[in-house]
């Protein structure tokens, strides 16, 4: 049963361009939650994705922007790069129950570097 | 979103018990208290998580204080591979997100 898988693992850009990275959940989830992890710093909230559509969003400018897929893989997009996007962006898959006691599975990451 | 405190970092050493706090005095009453870790170059990890009472899994115990407004992540016998990040989150019903801290970096000694 494979778990979280997140592509690509390194990434490197340059200011001003577009990245796309892509995330399949665990077997079973529906559900698709993007955290951004600075370095030194705990992973902060993006957005999460449920039936296609965005659900919950943290306090990120929409030059983030999302997208799950029918078989509920999800992309994350980030427009007009900034120095400071350079992170650990992680990708989480649940089931989508609203409840509190809900665990979520992480994937290993996709490391962005933006010279 | 409630907050946590924890330490920094700690130090054990290794086959010996750790016991890691966290404060949450604001929490509510329908707060779940979560645990995570993240081991070096790896996404966060689920470790055991609480509402009221005590609780065991094959990772680890929490023990929860009876007023709620703390609790321990108790690793029972520490080995080399649970030198990680631990952080400790609190969550509510109908948040879908995990509201993430600094965390308390753990080393074990051998």
């Known amino acids: 049963d494979a778990g979280v898988t997140q592509s690509p693992t390194h990434l490197i850009k340059t200011r001003g361009q577009q990245v796309t990275l892509r995330c399949s959940p665990k077997s079973g989830h529906d559900t698709v939650s993007w955290y951004q992890q600075a370095l030194g710093q705990g992973p902060q909230f993006i957005f999460q994705y449920y039936e296609e559509e965005e659900r919950q969003r943290g306090n990120f400018p929409d030059r983030f922007s999302g997208h799950q897929f029918p078989n509920y893989s999800s992309e994350l997009n980030v427009n007009a790069l900034l120095l400071g996007d350079s992170a650990l962006y992680l990708c989480?898959?649940?089931?989508?129950?609203?409840?509190?006691?809900?665990?979520?599975?992480f994937g290993s990451g996709t490391q962005l570097s933006v010279l | 979103d409630a907050k946590t405190t924890q330490p920094n970092s700690m130090e054990s050493n290794e086959e010996e018990p750790v016991h890691l706090p966290c404060n949450h005095s604001t929490i509510s009453g329908t707060d779940y208290i979560h645990w995570y870790r993240q081991l070096p170059s790896q996404g966060p990890e689920y470790v055991i998580h609480g509402l009221t009472s005590n609780v065991n899994n094959r990772m680890a115990s929490l023990a929860i204080a009876e007023d709620r407004k703390s609790s321990t992540l108790i690793l029972h016998r520490a080995t080399l591979r649970d030198a990680a990040v631990y952080y400790c989150i609190l969550r509510d019903e109908g948040n879908e997100k995990l509201t993430f801290g600094t965390g308390t970096r753990l080393t074990i000694i051998p």
């Open positions: 989480a898959s649940s089931f989508f129950t609203r409840r509190a006691n809900e665990k979520l599975f």
